[in-house]
């Protein structure tokens, strides 16, 4: 069984929480920007290519990715108008979701394997066609979190793809509505990295049709 990291970047997570819990009742929320890396604001993502450019992450709506907190097989996504994404929706519950991808070693990876590698409780089995999902129990939330939150696990082109949604306890994100930003999040990604991936192979034959093409050409020179 191939079991990723599915722990949350304690480096970026804190600022995110505070926003959040500051946030949690309020429509416009009026706080301090995130951190600025040299001297520039950061931009938050609505999409990013992961593994490599093998798989392209899209949040679910209403959701941005966090920058500060990308890497290629990791990142950390919150509401964008808390992130202070100009003209980002509210309407999105509030929560914090975790992307972390690994490379597939053939066994299916399921959100009962990401919660026990968690050293989280699995308390309901919500599974569907899309994705292995559950609700579990950690006696260590984010700080400000409910310890109820969601895991989930799926599998994209070659990689297997870890979940975790936090929320506050009074968040909309602790019911159906967290389970559908989940699904959301896979189904975009599923999309968009399908076509990234066509596109690329158009690209590589068109490529080698050019090279051959030019090969031929030489010969009659």
Same mark, same amino acid.
Do not use: W
């Given at each position: 069984?191939?079991?990723?990291?599915?722990?949350?970047?304690?480096?970026?997570?804190?600022?995110?929480?505070?926003?959040?819990?500051?946030?949690?009742?309020?429509?416009?929320?009026?706080?301090?920007?995130?951190?600025?890396?040299?001297?520039?604001?950061?931009?938050?993502?609505?999409?990013?290519?992961?593994?490599?450019?093998?798989?392209?992450?899209?949040?679910?709506?209403?959701?941005?990715?966090?920058?500060?907190?990308?890497?290629?097989?990791?990142?950390?996504?919150?509401?964008?108008?808390?992130?202070?994404?100009?003209?980002?929706?509210?309407?999105?519950?509030?929560? *914090?979701?975790?992307? !972390?991808? =690994?490379?597939?070693?053939?066994?299916?990876? @399921?959100?009962?394997?990401? +919660?026990? %590698?968690?050293?989280?409780?699995?308390?309901?089995?919500?599974?569907?066609?899309?994705?292995?999902?559950?609700?579990?129990?950690?006696?260590?939330?984010?700080?400000?979190?409910?310890?109820?939150?969601?895991?989930?696990?799926?599998?994209?082109?070659?990689?297997?793809?870890?979940?975790?949604?936090?929320?506050?306890?009074?968040?909309?994100?602790?019911?159906?509505?967290?389970?559908?930003?989940?699904?959301? *999040?896979?189904?975009? !990604?599923? =999309?968009?990295?399908?076509?990234?991936?066509? @596109?690329?192979?158009?690209? +590589?034959? %068109?490529?080698?049709?050019?090279?051959?093409?030019?090969?031929?050409?030489?010969?009659?020179?």
């Amino acid at each position: 069984m191939n079991v990723m990291n599915t722990g949350i970047c304690k480096k970026t997570i804190g600022g995110l929480t505070a926003l959040i819990v500051l946030s949690a009742c309020a429509e416009v929320p009026s706080l301090n920007p995130l951190p600025k890396a040299a001297d520039k604001p950061l931009v938050p993502l609505i999409k990013a290519q992961m593994v490599e450019g093998a798989v392209t992450l899209v949040p679910p709506a209403g959701y941005c990715i966090e920058p500060s907190s990308l890497t290629q097989d990791f990142a950390l996504m919150a509401r964008c108008d808390l992130l202070k994404a100009e003209g980002s929706p509210l309407g999105a519950p509030i929560g *914090l979701i975790t992307a !972390s991808f =690994a490379q597939n070693r053939g066994d299916a990876l @399921s959100a009962t394997d990401v +919660a026990i %590698a968690s050293n989280a409780k699995v308390i309901e089995t919500l599974d569907s066609e899309e994705l292995s999902l559950v609700r579990a129990e950690t006696p260590t939330p984010p700080n400000g979190q409910a310890p109820t939150h969601f895991r989930a696990a799926t599998k994209i082109d070659n990689f297997d793809l870890s979940l975790a949604l936090f929320s506050p306890a009074e968040s909309e994100a602790q019911g159906a509505v967290g389970a559908s930003l989940l699904r959301n *999040l896979v189904r975009s !990604s599923k =999309a968009a990295s399908l076509t990234t991936n066509t @596109s690329k192979q158009v690209s +590589a034959v %068109a490529g080698d049709k050019k090279g051959l093409g030019a090969t031929i050409a030489g010969l009659f020179k």
